[in-house]
């Protein structure tokens, strides 16, 4: 499964883009959290391989102003060998394999046209294997890999089931404000059918609607489905304090993240909403 790149996760890798020597206090700072939210992320990115901090020269400063993407033809069974020959050349930032009409296309730097022409004549005529050559002078770079930005992932997606309207419309007044998209559903088999139309990131589950225990069971549902069993459940009911309280299980038992007793404050919903948010993303 691809990593999930979260919204501070993007804040993150953004702020070192622009400039790679930020501390952690620093980056902190300008994201409004603590400096060990941002250490234990920045660990995490580390050490799963999603991010990796380096050195990006001015080419053109450095006395590499000449640049060309080179694409070649070659023999496919000595594709990979060509490849790893390639790639240890000096003059090559990159080598990749392609579809089409060229098996392989590096990008290549040098000095000067002088250098770019000994390269395809000298240390490219030797390698064996290579059947032809289409070279792509580069005249100017408007935008390098290391300035590409990740896309803005979509905002998390909040499944709100109740059958109180006045109760989902206060909700996604709430969350919506807080830069969560809202999904709404009446009882525990829309939510099901909407969650075979669409994953959400959690789950807010009211129990009594179609039946006194529809959420109970819809959710029991949802924790026995292997592509869903993750997904987190806040619980939010006031049958805790209505004559079927008896009816409710404990809390060892209760298929949910956590259960808030309505009635909830927006604050105290946001906060939890996040809390189990962050700790799904562990």
Not at 59 to 87: F, P, W, Y
Request: proline share 6%; hydrophobic share 45%.
């Amino acid at each position: 499964m691809p990593y999930q790149i979260d919204m501070l996760d993007q804040q993150i890798i953004r702020a070192l883009q622009r400039n790679g020597r930020m501390s952690n206090v620093d980056i902190a700072r300008e994201l409004g959290v603590t400096e060990a939210t941002i250490r234990k992320r920045l660990d995490r990115l580390l050490g799963e391989g999603i991010i990796h901090i380096t050195v990006c020269p001015d080419l053109a400063r450095v006395g590499l102003g000449t640049s060309a993407l080179i694409a070649l033809q070659v023999d496919l069974a000595r594709v990979g060998q060509i490849a790893e020959q390639l790639a240890n050349l000096p003059q090559v930032r990159s080598v990749n394999y392609t579809t089409g009409e060229y098996d392989l296309v590096l990008e290549a730097v040098f000095p000067s046209n002088q250098e770019l022409l000994h390269f395809l004549t000298g240390d490219l005529a030797v390698i064996s294997g290579i059947r032809k050559t289409s070279t792509f002078h580069i005249l100017k770079r408007i935008k390098d890999g290391h300035q590409w930005v990740l896309p803005t992932p979509p905002p998390p997606s909040i499944l709100v089931v109740d059958d109180d309207p006045d109760f989902v419309e206060a909700t996604r007044i709430v969350l919506e404000a807080e830069g969560f998209e809202v999904v709404a559903a009446a009882n525990g088999d829309e939510a099901l059918a909407a969650l075979q139309r669409g994953k959400p990131s959690l789950v807010i589950m009211d129990i009594m609607m179609k039946g006194v225990l529809d959420g109970l069971h819809a959710s029991w549902q949802i924790q026995a489905d292997p592509e869903l069993r993750n997904l987190p459940i806040l619980m939010v009911s006031s049958i805790t304090s209505s004559g079927y309280a008896e009816m409710f299980p404990t809390d060892e038992s209760i298929p949910a993240d956590n259960f808030l007793s309505k009635p909830v404050p927006p604050d105290r919903l946001v906060q939890e909403i996040k809390r189990l948010l962050e700790k799904s993303a562990r």
